[in-house]
């Protein structure tokens, strides 16, 4: 599953630096995860750093991206691959 930034996100920006996958970026109004990098950190960390260091626990699991842990461990695996190439 893909995480989500929701609209409680007060910009704090600590949760950039922490993405091991460059999921998180700025939006319009606030931070946004791209659900095609995000992998709840499967492969870096055993917990996902977004969440730990978030101060307004505004980061919680997108509905509209369900995955399984395998289903992370293959997108991890792919992010991988691309960032070697």
Not at 35 to 64: K, L, M, Y
Request: charged share 20%; with cysteine; hydrophobic share 35%.
């Amino acid at each position: 599953m893909a995480l989500w930034i929701t609209d409680e996100c007060i910009n704090c920006d600590v949760c950039e630096p922490e993405c091991p996958n460059q999921a998180i970026s700025m939006g319009e109004e606030h931070y946004e995860i791209n659900p095609g990098r995000c992998t709840e950190c499967v492969g870096h960390f055993d917990e996902p750093q977004c969440v730990q260091v978030c101060p307004v626990e505004c980061i919680p699991v997108n509905p509209a991206h369900v995955e399984t842990p395998e289903q992370l461990q293959l997108k991890f695996r792919a992010l991988q691959a691309g960032a070697a190439g």
